[in-house]
Structures are given as structure tokens and as C-alpha cells.
């Protein structure tokens, strides 16, 4: 970044993603693999810095959305396993072969078509077969009435011919939360996972190398369903509530500058729809982020950010490219100071809650007008 254009930027802190690697990876049962995910660049962080990273550091599996985000990665110089979540079509066959990435089969009229596609190559696609223990999303259906016919396709799947299964796996819907009711629904999911995995094996006599449960939440609260890979997203960049507990570190530190500061009096209001009128002498600041930025306009009048000497409260509706903050009571910041958005001093979590939503949909929000600064240390 040029220095002299220091508007709003978004430092990754590199030192950081590594030591929350290494933290998650040693609470690890021995012999589990380490599976990052890094769909939607990376929750924001930049896809690929974060992935060649984690391949430096010994992670085993990386998983993104879509091809053109494991396209991304390989071109960039990713080697090591990448794993599709989501679906491809099978005119795509080709390029998942070529290019070495696990592809996700949650039906089997797909794992058909995949497998029709590869062996008219001669080829063999390598696949994970995904399980809809009760999310209700991607996945073979497999619960209560679903169960047989669920079990019957997953190894139909596997019997089909240029297909190597290697792996398999389902997703929790509210293994983050902890009260009772969410408690025993993840592990009435973890349950079924595993007997469909069981009667697999006994009825078809097909194994998986593989199996995956695990997200950040289940990483922290269910350690015990670590099975053959975690697959932390949030966790690995230092957010959720309980990172803090297991001592990781937030990656990325979302900053802005002032742009200019102005004094109105009492009665004056401020920005569009004037929603925010002074009650006092003002001294406001207008600050270079806005919703184009990433910064939800949700957040306008409810948010405070921090700056040097303390936190400015945020007045009156954030705009596309800029937002005013109050900086009476903070005389020391002048133009062109730094303010943090989020980051060390100003808590994502808390944010996010503001603003109604979840840390991941913020960090995923700031968005590709901001450039990414990286921490080496
Ligand atoms: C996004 C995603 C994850 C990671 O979720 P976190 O809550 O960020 O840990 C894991 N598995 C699947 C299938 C996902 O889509």
C-alpha cells in the first residue's frame, strides 16, 4: 500500500494465524489431520497468504467454496489437498481430476454423473460424501425414516466405478452453542454420523480413511468428536467466544483514518436521513470507511471505534464511503490519525452483536476496496 493513500486498510497478522494453528493443532487427539477452511478468501484474510501458511506449517487439507476458489489456490502454488464443499457440475470433471482437488458428493445421482464423466477419461475423481445429519443443507439424507436408504446409497456411491471415496463427512448446525437443548441435538448428529458410517461398513464393507465432523465450535466443545480431521474455519482467524479461552489470537485489525475535523454547535444535524442532531459543542470527525468498506450501515449511531486516547462514539448514518465519529472528549486525535475499527482494541464479538449478526458475516464483509496489510511479525 501506498503510504501517501493511507485511507482504510485491514492488517493480517501472520504471526498470529500460526500461533492459533498451533495452538488448535496441539489440543489435537494424536494422528487427527488439520483441515483449514479458507472458502471466501479466507474469511477475509486473503486465501491465499492464509493457505500457503498453513501448507509451511503442516496442515493436511485446505477446504474452499467453489472451484474457482480452489482454482485460485493451485495457481497460486497451493500442492496440498484441496477439498470442494460445495457443488460442481460434472461438466467440471476434467478440471477436478487434473487439478487434484476432492470434490464433495452429497446425492448420488450426481456421484453418477461423476462417475460417468471420469471414466470416460479413464480417469478417477477422489471424493468425500457429505451427510445431512440434521442441518439440512448439502447431504445425503439419513435421519429417522431416511436412514436405510440414506446408508444404501452412501455405499452405492462407493461402488461406483472411477470414484475413489476418501473420505466422509456432515456439518453441525449448533455445536457453538451451549445450552442443552443444542447439546444433545449435536450429539444426536455425531451419533447418527457414526452409525451410518458403522452400518456402511458392515452392510457394504466400505471404509473411509476420512471422517469429518468438526468445526470450530465442535473443536472447542466436543473435542472427543475430532474423529480423523478437524475442520476449523472461524477458530483458525482468532474469533468466536471462546477464543479467547483456548489463547488464540484475532488476525485481522480493520483500521481507518480521519479525514478531517469539524466543530458545530449544539442543534446541528448530521448525515443522511438526519438521524444524529448535536447536543453540545461538537468536535466530529469524519472517518474514511463506510458500507462500501465493508462496515455495516445497520451499525449507524449504535458502535463506537477506538482511537488513540479512547473510543469515539459513531454519529449519525454511515455512509457509502465515510462515516462521522465524536471526538469531543478525544481532543488529542487529529487528521489523519489512525482509528481501529475492530481488532486488539475494539472486540469483533461486540461488534457483530451491534450490528445483529454473527463475526463471520463482518469479517467476510470487508470487502476488496480495502486492502490487506501483512504482519510478518
Ligand atoms: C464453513 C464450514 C466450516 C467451518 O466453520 P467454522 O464455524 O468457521 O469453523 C466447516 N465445515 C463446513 C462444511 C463449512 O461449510
Known amino acids: 500500500m501506498n503510504d501517501l493513500q493511507k485511507r482504510t486498510w485491514a492488517e493480517i497478522s501472520l504471526p498470529n494465524l500460526k500461533h492459533n494453528y498451533t495452538m488448535i493443532r496441539k489440543a489435537l487427539p494424536e494422528g487427527c489431520r488439520f483441515l483449514g477452511v479458507v472458502k471466501a478468501d479466507a474469511y477475509g484474510h486473503g486465501a491465499l497468504p492464509v493457505s500457503l501458511l498453513l501448507q509451511e506449517a503442516g496442515a493436511d487439507y485446505l477446504a474452499v467454496s467453489c472451484l474457482d476458489e480452489a482454482l485460485e489456490l493451485r ?27 476432492t470434490q464433495t458428493v452429497s446425492a448420488l445421482a450426481k456421484a453418477r454423473e ?16 457429505k451427510l445431512d445429519t440434521g442441518m439440512s443443507r448439502l447431504g445425503f439424507l439419513c435421519r429417522g425414516d431416511y436412514f436405510n436408504l440414506g446408508v444404501n446409497n452412501v455405499i452405492a456411491c462407493c461402488h ?34 457414526c452409525q451410518v458410517i458403522d452400518t456402511a461398513r458392515e452392510r457394504g464393507g466400505v471404509h473411509f480413511a476420512i471422517r469429518h465432523c468438526a468445526n470450530s465450535g465442535a ?13 476449523p474455519g472461524l477458530l483458525l482467524y482468532g474469533y468466536g467466544d471462546d477464543s479467547g479461552r483456548l489463547g488464540l489470537k484475532p488476525c485481522m485489525r480493520l483500521v481507518t483514518t480521519v479525514s478531517t475535523i469539524k466543530h458545530y454547535e449544539a442543534g446541528t444535524s448530521v448525515s ?34 477506538a482511537a488513540a486516547g479512547g473510543f469515539a462514539p459513531q454519529r449519525g448514518n454511515i455512509c457509502m464511503d465515510m462515516c462521522m465519529v465524536d471526538l469531543t472528549e478525544l481532543p488529542q486525535t487529529e487528521v489523519a490519525d489512525e482509528v481501529e475499527i475492530f481488532g486488539p482494541s475494539n472486540d469483533l464479538n461486540a461488534l457483530s452483536e451491534a ?16 486492502p490487506r496489510v501483512y504482519i510478518e511479525e
Open 114 to 129: 461423476y462417475s460417468v464423466a471420469a471414466g470416460a477419461l479413464g480417469k478417477t475423481l477422489k471424493i468425500h460424501i
Open 219 to 231: 473443536v472447542v466443545h466436543y473435542p472427543e468428536m475430532a474423529l480423523d480431521m478437524v475442520r
Open 272 to 305: 443522511y436521513g438526519r438521524h444524529f442532531v448535536t447536543d453540545r459543542h461538537t468536535r466530529m470527525g469524519v472517518l474514511a470507511i463506510g458500507y462500501a468498506d465493508g462496515l455495516p450501515r445497520i451499525l449507524s449511531n449504535k458502535c463506537s471505534f
Open 75 to 101: 495457481s497460486g502454488g497451493i500442492t496440498m489437498p484441496i477439498l470442494i464443499l460445495g457443488h460442481t457440475p460434472p461438466e467440471y470433471t476434467k478440471l477436478l481430476i487434473d487439478q487434484g482437488f
Open 160 to 193: 461406483l466405478p472411477n470414484l475413489e471415496a476418501e473420505g466422509i463427512y456432515t456439518h453441525f448446525s449448533v455445536s457453538d452453542e451451549t445450552d442443552e437443548e443444542s447439546e444433545s441435538y449435536t450429539r444426536e448428529q455425531f451419533e447418527l454420523f
Open 355 to 370: 450490528a445483529g449478526t454473527i463475526p463471520y458475516e463482518l469479517l467476510c464483509a470487508v470487502s476488496k476496496r480495502v
